[in-house]
């Protein structure tokens, strides 16, 4: 059985959110600068890089994901409130 948190202050929850979606934009950027990267050495004939490149751009995307439904999660609480 889970105890009970209890709720975060209004400025915590918003430095919480600024924070993930600070993050979220500088995974953003690594990603879009691994694909370029990614896409150039597969262009110039070193196609062992685009497996590699694919996974950690997989990795990238999870961890993305995994901070917006941590925005979404303090959001719902927030709205419960």
Not at 13 to 19: C, E, L, M, P
Not at 53 to 77: N, P
């Amino acid at each position: 059985m889970s105890v009970p948190r209890p709720p975060l202050p209004r400025r915590s929850r918003r430095t919480a959110i600024d924070g993930a979606i600070a993050l979220i934009a500088i995974l953003l950027i690594v990603q879009m600068w691994l694909l370029t990267a990614a896409l150039e050495a597969y262009l110039g004939g070193r196609v062992e890089t685009a497996l590699p490149a694919a996974i950690v751009s997989g990795l990238l995307f999870a961890a993305a994901i995994a901070l917006y439904l941590f925005i979404d999660r303090l959001d719902r609480e927030a709205q419960d409130r």
